[in-house]
Each structure stands twice: as structure tokens, then as C-alpha cells.
């Protein structure tokens, strides 16, 4: 399997106080890992130092054999690193299937085009209509996205990131927010991502996370403390202690 | 519904866009067209409104279309006149050669102050905008051999349109000229807001950290609206010291600036139509308000923008639509 995204020593620091501290990963193609931890364990703050948001004070970050890690985060983007948000960041008065138009035309480096109509393009005449199909937006298509549901949007995002065609996909809380039933068709939404992409999940959803990942890493404090099998780790008295106490105390088991 | 007949629905659009923006510009023609049979005595007036049409249009790409905050949007429309209005001085005084002039001179300096002022964005951007609009009126205020300093730039004698239309006494070249540059302009820029780099800036203005992570770099995209929003200003100053022969300080203002604001979302902020429409409502009540009461029209003008923005959030543009809707949910109420 190839290493797509590695991260090496990776540490990051405000004055004294330590938010990321020497964290090491890889994620190969195919990857499906999930990156959980308590509240302030440094999640967004690694997300954002792997997206180039936030410079690290120290270590090293390499896409498919390529270091990145002074890139610019467009640059990170247009290389296939590509993030969903945690709060949905759709354009809210523009139609659902022009985001995806967008995404489509600045993936093929053409949303400079100053005349022609976006539709007539042939990627985004032939993509968009899919993409929105298969993940049940086509209906929605005309609307802007203040007149859909919350979940949708959620199911937006993922269809602006799949157009991206990312090497590396960060999701950030892809469930946030969402009711049930809708959180349903974003879990077969995320089962059904392309195989050869390496995906990496923040969630606080630990139901969602043992049913996605097959890889769980538990950041706490600014470093990992964990990583394995979702079983594994779970089992993990350290694991127990610092982020599923209410879990292990519980009634439920997991 | 078929999967196939699902992605036509996504292809296709409510409206078909090109006929819609064809009508659009023909209207424009006709309704131009008719103001100068209907008010030959008005003229001025009319080229006047012409000209801030550039202006407000200009404002729109940025602004509405963008979402850049400016009350220095001036600085662009004045380069132009002054352009204009020196070449003519100079000895060009082909007319079409001075509107590219006034143009490329618009360009430039959108360009010039667009690196400055889209470095920020919010409060400090607008802060920016004004305190460049307010150094170039100092600097034409000072470089007195080139602008004419507060006596205005004068002498402006342009030749006859194409060598066979000469600007009369009247002021009818002069408006035709400036309509007939209107509907082109207009056409093109209809297009502009229409194509990917159009969709574009329209993310931009909604959240730019959203298409930052698509992997858009946002400065030089706005860069590049800012000094076509130039080119469109530099346009009707120009056209303004072609018709008027005289270039005043007062077109490189914080006070116009601010006027095109107010007269953009008058009309409607986010649309070309709304640009227009503000434009004409605004520069009209100034004209026949302000000489019925030089004192109260200001205040007129106000109350006309409270209610706009209280009643019509996005214009007076939107008032045909919600009429409409109004009118067809009354019929439902009264069949059911």
C-alpha cells in the first residue's frame, strides 16, 4: 500500500502552552482512520496544522511522497488534500448544484473562465448531475442552501470534497448536528467513498467512529496516546481512563 | 423519475439564461431609446445618469458580486475622467479612443488600490477604501498643471463620433454615444456574472475560507474583478468629461463614492438590473426633489433608503418578483 499522508514529529505550541507534541501518523490509500479524543485533546489543531492553517513549530508533513510542509494550504488543496468542516461552510444564497459546479471547475482549472456558461463545461455537465444523484441532492439541485435541511448540507460538503477527486480526505465531525435519520444517509454516504482514498475522521460520535474506522488514534493533551483496531483500542485501560470513562463506568460496553 | 432524466433536471435551468439576459439588454436599448424622444430637453440629465451607470455597475462587481466593502470607489471613476479629459486636452480627441483611454486608466487604478484595499477585508477594508479616495482627491487637488486643481480640468473638445457625429449643443451624441456603450457594456458584463470566474466570485463573497479549501486563491481573483470593476468606472468617467467638457474634483470624492453605494442598494446590491435601477431612481429624485426643495431632498432620499432597505432587503430590482408573488398567492386564495 502506498503512504499518501505522513506526519512526522509534528509539534505546535502557544508560548509555553503545548497543543500538538511530537505527533507521528501515516495514512495509506484505503485507509479508513478515525481521530478521536476529549474536548481541547488538539484535534482541530492537528487538522489545521495538516491543512496549513496553522504553521507547526516543528516536524515535517509529506502528501504522496511530496513535503508540505511550508505549502500554502491552497497549494495542500490542489495537491489532494482536501477537508470537509465541522459547522457546514456552504455558500448559503448560491444553488446546491452550483457548489459543486465551483469545486468541479477549479479542480479542472478552468472557474477563471470569464465567459461560456458553467453547465456547458463538459466535467461539470457530466459529474455534478452524478455525484448530486448519488448522494440524493439532485432533487435539491436549484435550491440555495438556506432552504435545505441541515443534513443535507453535511451531504454538500462531502459531494464538494469528492469532486475535488482527494488524494487525503480530512472529515471533520461529517455527522455534527445532524439528526438520526439523516445521520443514516451521510454513514452510507461515507461507506460508499472511493476505496483508494485515504480518509482520516474526527468524530465524537464514538458509534459512528467503531462503525467507519478501522484504525482509531486517541490524541490527548497534544500527543497520541493510542492507535490500533477499534477493538483494541477500546480495550485500552489508558484509553478507558483518559476519554471513555463515562463508557467504561457505564452501562454500556464498548 | 429516471436517473437520466434526473441529471437533465440538474443540467437544465429555470429560465434559459442567454434569452432572459437578451431581452434584458434589448429593454435597456428601448427604454434608453425612449427617454431620448420622450425628454429631449433633459439630456444632460440623462447622459448624467449614464455615466453613474458605469459607476454603479463598476460598484456592483465588487460589491455585490464580491463582497468587497468601499466608499472609495472614486478613485477609479475620477482616474478615468481625468484620463479622458487630459488626452483630449493633449490633442486625442477621437472619442472612442478616449474611452478606452478612460477605461485603461480605471484599470490601472483598480488595480493599484485593489492590491492595497484586498489585502484586508470587513471595517479595516472600508476604513482603506476611504482614506485612498481622500488622498487621490488631495493629490488631484494638487497636481494643478495636469487636473486643473478645484477650477476642474477644462477644454475638453472631443471630435465627432467615428468622424460623423459631432457633439452638439444639446447633448444628443453625447447620450447616444453613452447608451450605445452602455448596452455593450452591459451585455458583456451580463456574461461576466454569468461564466465559472462570475460563480466563482459569488463564493467568494459568501465565505472565502469555504473556497479557499476548494483551493482558490482568493487575492488574485478579487485583484482581477477589482480591475475589470475599473476598466467599467474608468468608462463612465470618461464618458462624463467626454459629454460635460470639464472634469471637477468632485468626481474623485468620498461623497460620490458614498452616493453609488447608497444608489446600488437602492436598487439591489447583488444584481446588474438593481445597479441600474438605483441608479436611475436616485439620480432622478436628485434632479427633480433637489430643485423642488434644495434643502429636504437629502432627507427624502433617506426616507426612500429606509424604506427600501426595511420593506425590499434586496431592492428595488426585487419589487416585480415579490409584486408577482403577491398577485398569484392572492389568486390561490381566491380559487380555493
Not at chain 1, 487525503?168 to 439523516?182: I, K, M
Not at chain 2, 479557499?212 to 476598466?231: D, E, F, Q
Amino acid at each position: 500500500m502506498t503512504i499518501l499522508l505522513k506526519v512526522e514529529d509534528l509539534s505546535r505550541s502557544f508560548g509555553g502552552l503545548i497543543v500538538a507534541s511530537n505527533i507521528s501518523l501515516a495514512l495509506e490509500s484505503g485507509d479508513r482512520a478515525a481521530l478521536i479524543g476529549p474536548n481541547g485533546a488538539g484535534k482541530t489543531t492537528f487538522i489545521n496544522l495538516v491543512t496549513g492553517s496553522l504553521a507547526p513549530s516543528s516536524g515535517r508533513i509529506e502528501l504522496a511522497g511530496k513535503d508540505i510542509t511550508r505549502a500554502a494550504s491552497v497549494e495542500r488543496v490542489r495537491l489532494g488534500l482536501v477537508r470537509s468542516f465541522q459547522v457546514s461552510r456552504v455558500f448559503r444564497e448560491m444553488a446546491v448544484r452550483d457548489h459543486v459546479a465551483l469545486a468541479i471547475l477549479q479542480r479542472e482549472g478552468k472557474s477563471g473562465r470569464m465567459f461560456g456558461d458553467p453547465w456547458k463545461i463538459a466535467a461539470v455537465a457530466s459529474e455534478a448531475p452524478a455525484i448530486l444523484e448519488e448522494l440524493g441532492l439532485a432533487v435539491v439541485a436549484h435550491e440555495p442552501v438556506s432552504q435545505i435541511a441541515y443534513g443535507q448540507q453535511r451531504l454538500l460538503e462531502l459531494a464538494i470534497a469528492l469532486v475535488l477527486r482527494p488524494k487525503v480526505l480530512l472529515l471533520d465531525e461529517p455527522a455534527a448536528g445532524v439528526p438520526r435519520g439523516e445521520a443514516r444517509r451521510i454513514e452510507q454516504a461515507l461507506a460508499r467513498l472511493p476505496s483508494d482514498i485515504a480518509v482520516l475522521m474526527i468524530e465524537h460520535d464514538i458509534d459512528l467512529v467503531f462503525r467507519f474506522a478501522r484504525r482509531v488514534i486517541v490524541l490527548a493533551a497534544g500527543r497520541i496516546i493510542c492507535e490500533g483496531p477499534p477493538a483494541a483500542v477500546a480495550a485500552d485501560p489508558h484509553v478507558r481512563e483518559v476519554y471513555l470513562g463515562s463508557y467504561a463506568n457505564g452501562s454500556r460496553s464498548v | 423519475m429516471t436517473s437520466a432524466s434526473i441529471a437533465d433536471s440538474v443540467k437544465e435551468k429555470k429560465t434559459t439564461a442567454l434569452s432572459s439576459d437578451l431581452i434584458g439588454t434589448l429593454a435597456i436599448a428601448v427604454l434608453g431609446g425612449a427617454a431620448y424622444v420622450v425628454f429631449p430637453d433633459d439630456l444632460g440629465l440623462l447622459t448624467r445618469i449614464l455615466a453613474a451607470a458605469f459607476f454603479v455597475l463598476s460598484l456592483c462587481l465588487v460589491t455585490g458580486i464580491c463582497g468587497i466593502a468601499t466608499l472609495g470607489h472614486a478613485v477609479m471613476y475620477g482616474a478615468g475622467a481625468y484620463a479622458a479629459g487630459y488626452f483630449c486636452v493633449q490633442g486625442l480627441t477621437d472619442p472612442i479612443a478616449l474611452i478606452v483611454v478612460g477605461a485603461m486608466a480605471g484599470a490601472v487604478m483598480g488595480a493599484v488600490s485593489g492590491a492595497i484595499i484586498l489585502r484586508t477585508s470587513g471595517l479595516p477594508q472600508l476604513v482603506l477604501s476611504i482614506a485612498l479616495v481622500q488622498l487621490m482627491h488631495a493629490a488631484a487637488n494638487k497636481a494643478s498643471s495636469i487636473t486643473g486643481g478645484s477650477d476642474g480640468l477644462i477644454g475638453i473638445s472631443p471630435a465627432p463620433v467615428l468622424g460623423l457625429f459631432a457633439f452638439d449643443f444639446y447633448g444628443r451624441t453625447a447620450y447616444l454615444f453613452g447608451l450605445v456603450l452602455l448596452v455593450c457594456v452591459f451585455a458583456v458584463l451580463q456574461r461576466l456574472v454569468r461564466s465559472p470566474f462570475g460563480l466563482l466570485c459569488r463564493g467568494i463573497m459568501q465565505d472565502r475560507v469555504r473556497v479557499a479549501a476548494m483551493g482558490v486563491s482568493v487575492y488574485p481573483v478579487l485583484i482581477r474583478m477589482y480591475t475589470i470593476s475599473g476598466a467599467v468606472a474608468g468608462i463612465g468617467g470618461a464618458l462624463i468629461a467626454i459629454a460635460t467638457g470639464v472634469v471637477g474634483l468632485d468626481s474623485v470624492s468620498f461623497a460620490w463614492s458614498a452616493e453609488a453605494l447608497v444608489m446600488l442598494v437602492l436598487g439591489g446590491a447583488s444584481s446588474l438590473y438593481g445597479a441600474l435601477i438605483g441608479t436611475v431612481v436616485f439620480m432622478t429624485f436628485e434632479h427633480f426633489v433637489s430643485a423642488a426643495s434644495p434643502f429636504h431632498w437629502l432627507a427624502i432620499v433617506g426616507a426612500l433608503l429606509i424604506a427600501v432597505v426595511l420593506f425590499l432587503p434586496k431592492g428595488l430590482q426585487s419589487f416585480p418578483a415579490r409584486f408577482l408573488v403577491k398577485l398569484r398567492g392572492g389568486r390561490r386564495d381566491h380559487s380555493s
